[in-house]
């Protein structure tokens, strides 16, 4: 009974947090081992997370090596956020999957409509204690690069590098694209076909395989 009643209030103050608009990060599913190019092994668990009572669903991806079973025993691990449309973009759990069985944790997640969620899930990830805050990468689709974009310019140095997936993008977000070409990976789509050495190199020369 003491069990039951100690559950029910830990999910009355989940429900209260939501409710206010608190971002809460949680397994929320089963995980599972998948099997990357190289043949390492990558878990990959539902990991979602609340705002303002709205249930943002995504998924991380982390190494499955010695005492890799829980994020608790990660740390300073860098971090890739891919945000993407989850029905036309059928390529970021391969990118996340090769990514991961090299010592990254990565995290697939829909995007956010507002810039401030998109900022909010960044900065969030970057507190994890499996995290190294200064090496946070940011990756979009051609869906959600105008978002995200917009959103970095707010987030600033928080990111260790931006890369865009066949970006669509408007005028502003255009503009800062163009005047930071040397900072952002962009990746075309004549290039696509060699998007996974391109990501690595450009990962590689920013820190994040060491």
């Known amino acids: 009974m003491r069990k039951l009643i100690g559950t029910i209030a830990a999910l009355v103050v989940l429900a209260v947090l939501a409710a206010l608009g608190v971002n809460i990060f949680r397994n929320s599913g089963p995980r599972k081992r998948i099997k990357a190019e190289d043949g390492e092994k990558v878990i990959v668990e539902e990991l979602s997370w609340y705002n303002h009572g709205e249930k943002q669903d995504g998924r991380i991806f982390k190494p499955a090596g010695e005492n890799g079973d829980n994020l608790e025993s990660l740390s300073d691990r860098p971090v890739v956020i891919f945000f993407h449309d989850p029905i036309k973009t059928d390529f970021a759990e391969s990118m996340l999957t090769n990514l991961s069985s090299q010592g990254v944790v990565g995290y697939s997640t829909s995007c956010p409509d507002k810039s401030r969620d998109i900022e909010t899930i960044i900065k969030k990830m970057g507190k994890e204690d499996f995290a190294c805050e200064d090496l946070i990468f940011i990756m979009a689709d051609q869906y959600s690069a105008d978002a995200v974009v917009k959103a970095i310019i707010k987030v600033g140095n928080r990111t260790a590098g931006l890369i865009l997936f066949e ?44």
Do not use: N, W
């Open 167 to 210: 970006p669509a993008l408007q005028s502003k977000a255009g503009a800062t694209v163009a005047q930071h070409s040397s900072e952002i990976l962009t990746i075309t789509s004549e290039q696509m076909g060699q998007c996974r050495s391109l990501v690595e190199d450009y990962m590689e020369i920013r820190g994040a395989f060491k």
